[in-house]
């Protein structure tokens, strides 16, 4: 369990980067896996997202989890959009008390903003192709549509793969520049193979819309095999699945 430095000061909400241990899945699953939409059997996950609930003090039902689809799709979620059915969406926001909301990982980035003054919690799923289209920038604006202020908001951006292990092509590369050549910023080249710096450029969408309280669990996913689930890391060990990881957020 890891905890954002600047959202621990904060006593009206609970927070958590949750590892992937003490859970009940098994094999490359092992063992807190909290991925619907991963083959493991699904008693194991239910079971783990019950661990999760009890863990933060939440009802199970009240646990919200998005049907992430690598889009720039945000939603705003009342006690009235309350349901079993996972929500279609990259980031997801409440204003309302124990509503517990989360956002599943395996290499993109994961991130926690709270308001404190409006009183408004936000998770945010960052892929490439998110961060990419704008998920980031659409999640401010619907904060600001329910009364946030940039100033006032408090970002944690949470374990991610490095840019070390991240290798890209060409293409990608090439369709970063096209549309900012200020993106060079966020690769590295070594032995004409590209690397790319996801965790940068997600900071990089806030700060470029002026929110600037940013703080950062810089942990690899990819490397701390003990700790976090990896979907590079499944790949590069031919494993034909992955575990997700889960970081969560809560008003009190």
């Not at 059997?41 to 661990?51: D, G, H, S």
């Not at 009240?62 to 799709?73: F, R, V």
């Not at 944690?156 to 900012?180: C, D, H, M, R, T």
């Amino acid at each position: 369990m890891f905890y954002s430095k600047q959202l621990i000061k904060y006593p009206k909400i609970k927070h958590c980067f949750f590892s992937n241990k003490n859970g009940v899945s098994k094999n490359i699953y092992k063992s807190l896996n909290c991925g619907i939409g991963s083959q493991d059997k699904r008693k194991n996950v239910i079971k783990n997202l019950q661990i999760i609930s009890k863990k933060v003090g939440c009802k199970y039902k009240n646990l919200i989890t998005m049907n992430q689809t690598h889009s720039n799709n945000v939603k705003f979620i009342s006690r009235n959009s309350l349901n079993k059915n996972k929500i279609s969406c990259d980031a997801i926001l409440t204003n309302k008390k124990e509503i517990c909301i989360s956002v599943l990982t395996a290499d993109c980035v994961p991130i926690l903003i709270y308001d404190p003054v409006n009183n408004i919690i936000a998770a945010i799923h960052a892929g490439w192709k998110g961060a990419y289209k704008g998920i980031i920038q659409n999640t401010i604006k619907k904060l600001i549509k329910n009364g946030s202020k940039k100033k006032n908001l408090i970002v944690a951006i949470g374990p991610s793969i490095s840019q070390k292990n991240y290798e890209v092509s060409l293409s990608f590369y090439k369709k970063f520049i096209k549309k900012n050549k200020i993106n060079k910023i966020f690769f590295k080249i070594r032995k004409s193979i590209f690397f790319f710096n996801l965790r940068k450029y997600v900071e990089y969408q806030f700060k470029s819309s002026q929110v600037k309280n940013i703080s950062h669990i810089n942990l690899d996913t990819f490397d701390q095999k003990n700790n976090f689930f990896s979907r590079r890391r499944s790949l590069f060990n031919n494993q034909n699945d992955y575990g997700r990881n889960i970081s969560i957020i809560m008003i009190k």
